[in-house]
């Protein structure tokens, strides 16, 4: 059963909905050291060491790919993470959050 587990065998289930697609990528954690991308057509090859990572390389690069635009006129760059989007607004157009 998806998302059942036996005692001491981790497991996670990530459900993801956009729009009419449902996704649900099944993450094997039971060894942590190696975790691997099974996203089908996913080309990075190298593992994670940790489990948050995975996530974050899911949600970014398969489920919400450059989801964040940069609204600034004339830019039309976009990114994956907020926090990169918000590190280019500041290094590129001096953009300072205010308090």
Not at 63 to 79: I, N
């Amino acid at each position: 059963m998806p998302g059942s587990s036996s005692i001491g065998e981790p497991f996670l289930t990530s459900s993801v909905t956009i729009g009419r697609i449902s996704r649900e990528p099944q993450l094997d954690l039971r060894n942590k050291s190696k975790l691997r991308c099974e996203w089908k057509g996913c080309v990075y090859r190298n593992t994670f060491n940790r489990s948050a990572d995975l996530i974050r390389h899911v949600k970014t690069i398969h489920v919400l790919p450059h989801s964040f635009t940069c609204d600034m006129p004339g830019c039309e760059r976009s990114f994956s993470r907020k926090d990169n989007f918000m590190e280019h607004k500041l290094r590129v157009h001096h953009f300072v959050r205010r308090p």
